[in-house]
Protein backbone atom coordinates (compact mmCIF):
# COMPACT_ATOMS: atom_id res chain seq x y z
CA UNK A 1 0.00 0.00 0.00
CA UNK A 2 3.01 2.23 0.59
CA UNK A 3 4.87 1.36 -2.59
CA UNK A 4 4.97 3.97 -5.55
CA UNK A 5 4.96 3.62 -9.18
CA UNK A 6 7.21 4.73 -11.18
CA UNK A 7 5.02 8.29 -11.18
CA UNK A 8 6.07 7.95 -7.35
CA UNK A 9 2.08 7.32 -6.63
CA UNK A 10 0.89 5.28 -4.28
CA UNK A 11 -2.22 3.15 -3.79
CA UNK A 12 -4.23 6.51 -1.95
CA UNK A 13 -3.21 8.75 -5.22
CA UNK A 14 -4.32 6.25 -7.52
CA UNK A 15 -7.31 5.54 -6.08
CA UNK A 16 -8.07 9.19 -5.55
CA UNK A 17 -7.68 10.69 -8.62
CA UNK A 18 -9.40 7.58 -10.12
CA UNK A 19 -12.66 8.74 -7.61
CA UNK A 20 -12.28 5.28 -6.14
CA UNK A 21 -13.11 6.37 -2.51
CA UNK A 22 -14.89 3.20 -2.26
CA UNK A 23 -11.87 1.54 -2.55
CA UNK A 24 -9.95 4.51 -0.31
CA UNK A 25 -12.35 3.66 2.36
CA UNK A 26 -11.66 -0.37 2.58
CA UNK A 27 -8.14 -0.12 2.45
CA UNK A 28 -8.85 2.42 5.60
CA UNK A 29 -10.78 -0.60 7.27
CA UNK A 30 -7.70 -3.33 6.39
CA UNK A 31 -5.29 -1.03 8.15
CA UNK A 32 -7.46 -0.61 10.82
CA UNK A 33 -8.14 -4.63 11.26
CA UNK A 34 -4.46 -5.32 10.80
CA UNK A 35 -3.24 -2.84 13.99
CA UNK A 36 -0.07 -3.14 12.78
CA UNK A 37 1.21 0.70 13.29
CA UNK A 38 -2.08 1.33 12.22
CA UNK A 39 -1.74 5.46 12.93
CA UNK A 40 1.45 5.89 11.60
CA UNK A 41 0.42 3.64 8.31
CA UNK A 42 -2.81 5.65 7.79
CA UNK A 43 -0.17 8.86 8.64
CA UNK A 44 1.85 7.91 5.79
CA UNK A 45 -0.74 7.15 3.14
CA UNK A 46 -2.65 10.39 3.99
CA UNK A 47 0.59 12.59 3.70
CA UNK A 48 2.83 11.09 1.42
CA UNK A 49 3.80 13.05 -2.49
CA UNK A 50 3.79 11.92 -5.57
CA UNK A 51 6.79 13.19 -7.72
CA UNK A 52 5.30 16.34 -8.14
CA UNK A 53 4.76 16.87 -4.32
CA UNK A 54 1.28 15.99 -4.19
CA UNK A 55 -0.70 14.46 -1.92
CA UNK A 56 -4.43 12.55 -1.67
CA UNK A 57 -5.57 16.04 -0.38
CA UNK A 58 -3.91 17.92 -3.66
CA UNK A 59 -5.46 15.67 -5.62
CA UNK A 60 -8.89 16.05 -4.81
CA UNK A 61 -8.70 19.79 -4.01
CA UNK A 62 -7.42 20.86 -7.66
CA UNK A 63 -10.23 18.83 -8.83
CA UNK A 64 -13.13 20.30 -6.99
CA UNK A 65 -14.31 17.02 -5.25
CA UNK A 66 -15.64 18.38 -1.80
CA UNK A 67 -16.98 14.83 -0.79
CA UNK A 68 -13.52 12.88 -1.17
CA UNK A 69 -12.04 15.88 0.90
CA UNK A 70 -14.61 15.65 3.52
CA UNK A 71 -13.86 11.73 3.84
CA UNK A 72 -9.95 12.60 3.75
CA UNK A 73 -10.56 15.16 6.81
CA UNK A 74 -12.31 12.86 8.65
CA UNK A 75 -9.54 10.11 8.52
CA UNK A 76 -6.78 12.54 9.34
CA UNK A 77 -8.65 14.22 11.98
CA UNK A 78 -9.02 10.11 13.38
CA UNK A 79 -5.40 9.82 13.79
CA UNK A 80 -5.20 12.73 15.15
CA UNK A 81 -3.21 14.42 12.35
CA UNK A 82 -1.39 17.90 13.36
CA UNK A 83 -3.69 20.20 10.80
CA UNK A 84 -0.23 22.58 10.37
CA UNK A 85 1.72 19.70 9.24
CA UNK A 86 -1.45 18.86 6.67
CA UNK A 87 -2.11 22.47 5.62
CA UNK A 88 1.42 23.53 5.20
CA UNK A 89 2.67 20.40 3.32
CA UNK A 90 4.25 22.19 0.41
CA UNK A 91 3.24 21.31 -3.70
CA UNK A 92 6.11 21.82 -5.79
CA UNK A 93 5.13 21.95 -9.23
Known amino acids: MLAQNKKGDTFSHVATRMDHFDVL ?9 EQRNSIGVKKVL ?8 DT ?9 RLEAL ?7 KEVE ?4 EL ?3 ENWI
Not at 56 to 63: D, G, I, K, T
Not at 81 to 84: K, P, W
Request: proline share 0%; no cysteine; aromatic share 12%.
Open 87 to 89: LLI
Open 70 to 76: EILWIWA
Open 81 to 84: LNTD
Open 46 to 53: LLSTDLHG
Open 56 to 64: SFHLVAENS
Open 25 to 33: EKMWAWVKE
